[in-house]
């Protein structure tokens, strides 16, 4: 089993910048692709990034691109997604994922298997 754990959620007003981190535990050796999803209020949960196993690749949905950089330290066991430029579209609860079976950046939820409690970012006009 993998233990996730986010950190770094908050209130930002828009334009500004937050950065968040998950920290994986357990047999994090299971832990291959990484990936941050968001479910914003009334939504379903939607993907955000991901990274690949080595970290040497990454994919981001349209929304996001060019704003949100994600990145992972495979020797502390870490994925980060730094945010910049956040928009109120960006409000969401940010969850961190990790697949036992997937090398490569993913998109789909059903290719997770483990998964973190959320962190919330709220951003303000």
């Known amino acids: 089993q993998v233990q996730l754990v986010e950190s770094g959620g908050g209130s930002v007003q828009a334009g500004g910048s937050l950065r968040l981190s998950c920290a994986a535990s357990?047999?994090?050796?299971?832990?291959?692709?990484m990936a941050w999803f968001r479910r914003a209020p009334g939504k379903e949960r939607q993907f955000v990034a991901a990274?690949?196993?080595?970290?040497?690749?990454?994919y981001y949905a349209d929304s996001v691109k060019g704003r949100f950089t994600i990145s992972r330290d495979n020797a502390k066991n870490t994925v980060s997604l730094q945010m910049n430029s956040l928009k109120p579209d960006d409000t969401a609860v940010y969850y961190c994922?990790?697949?036992?079976?997937?090398?490569?950046?993913?998109?789909?939820?059903?290719?997770?298997?483990?998964w973190g409690q959320g962190t919330q970012v709220t951003v303000s006009s």
């Open positions: 994922a990790a697949s036992a079976r997937i090398l490569w950046t993913r998109s789909r939820l059903d290719d997770y298997d483990y």
């Open positions: 357990g047999r994090t050796s299971s832990a291959k692709a």
């Open positions: 990274v690949s196993r080595s970290g040497s690749s990454t």
